[in-house]
Nanobody, 115 residues
Framework: QVQLVESGGGLVQPGGSLRLSCTASVSIGVYTMGWYRQAPGEQYELVAQISSRGEPIYRDSVKGRFTISRDNAYNAVYLQMSSLKPEDTAVFLC??????????WGQGTQVTVSS
């Protein structure tokens, strides 16, 4: 069982930055790690994902603003967010995905972008 704990969310003004962290209870080296978000009244959507080889992918709306990274030595994955917009407001969740189809999720951290 993989437990994931997110941190780093909060209230930030438009144009501001936040860094989200996700720490796992086990080694994450074999997992693809991802950040998803769910805005009020919306479905979950992939924000960014990083493979076990360190290859990132991003949804178009965050390209150039968000950066995903991982540190396997600390069993952690990060999401550096800059130039935040009100439409980025959501609960951000960390996920771990194995090659055999297992999925693990954190509880989420709230990000609110508002003046």
């Amino acid at each position: 069982q993989v437990q994931l704990v997110e941190s780093g969310g909060g209230l930030v003004q438009p144009g501001g930055s936040l860094r989200l962290s996700c720490t796992a209870s086990v080694s994450i080296g074999v997992y693809t790690m991802g950040w998803y978000r769910q805005a009020p009244g919306e479905q979950y959507e992939l924000v960014a994902q990083i493979s076990s080889r360190g290859e990132p992918i991003y949804r178009d709306s965050v390209k150039g603003r968000f950066t995903i990274s991982r540190d396997n030595a600390y069993n952690a994955v990060y999401l550096q967010m800059s130039s935040l917009k009100p439409e980025d407001t959501a609960v951000f969740l960390c996920g771990a995905f194995s090659a055999t189809g297992y999925q693990y999720w954190g509880q989420g951290t709230q990000v609110t972008v508002s003046s």
